[in-house]
């Protein structure tokens, strides 16, 4: 079995010579996930926030990240350190790629405690789709529906809100998120036809 990697440059998933669409592109592609009416000088900034967040919060999960009140974005870190105390969340996988051997799309989960709960970090609000993309994140793993889906929104005063989706709920979501692929796959197989 080939091995996934991941292009960090490109944004870009490949097992062997095979590329893989990522859960976010197909969302972004099909227009569930749509910033277009966000302005660059608005958006560029938030992301480029979010990939320090993610990153940071992934170096507190380890106990290697040193920072203090000073920085500017300590109010975040505040922020999920309060969260996980308060769900008493320890993850066992941090910033974990995978991807569906089945329907060949792959994607990074956040946070993930074995059998149990996937998270989604979000440095704004957490956006409807998001309950599309973790079960598309949790089918990644066997009994995908027993997860309990998180995702906690960050906020710079060290306050938090979350929202969970309910394993019951899996199966629509996920057939949502194939729907969604489903779209992808047409799109791409044709956008020659459209040039």
Same mark, same amino acid.
């Given at each position: 079995m080939p091995e996934l990697c991941f292009n960090v440059g490109i944004h870009e998933y490949r097992l062997g010579s095979e590329i893989?669409?990522?859960v976010t592109q197909v969302l972004e592609n099909v227009g569930i996930i749509d910033y277009s009416h966000i302005p660059w000088w608005i958006r560029e900034p938030a992301l480029k926030r979010g990939a320090w967040i993610h990153h940071a919060?992934?170096?507190?999960?380890?106990?290697?990240? =040193?920072?203090?009140?000073? *920085? /500017?974005?300590y109010g975040f870190i505040v922020a999920w350190r309060n969260w996980r105390t308060f769900f008493r969340f320890t993850p066992d996988f941090i910033e974990e790629r995978g991807y569906h051997p089945?329907?060949?799309?792959?994607?990074t989960s956040d946070r993930r405690r074995s059998g149990e709960t996937l998270v989604d970090l979000k440095t704004n609000d957490a956006p409807w789709w998001t309950r599309i993309q973790t079960a598309a994140y949790?089918?990644?793993?066997?009994?995908?529906?027993?997860?309990?889906? =998180?995702?906690?929104?960050? *906020? /710079?005063?060290g306050s938090y809100n979350f929202q969970v989706?309910?394993?019951?709920?899996?199966?629509?979501d996920f057939q949502t998120f194939l729907a969604a692929l489903r779209v992808y796959r047409e799109k791409e197989t044709h956008r020659e036809e459209y040039r």
């Open positions: 893989l669409p990522s919060t992934a170096l507190d999960d380890q106990g290697e990240l =040193v920072i203090g009140p000073e *920085h /500017p974005y089945q329907f060949r799309f792959a994607g949790a089918s990644f793993h066997p009994e995908p529906a027993k997860y309990k889906r =998180v995702a906690v929104e960050l *906020h /710079p005063d989706f309910k394993p019951a709920n899996w199966h629509y």
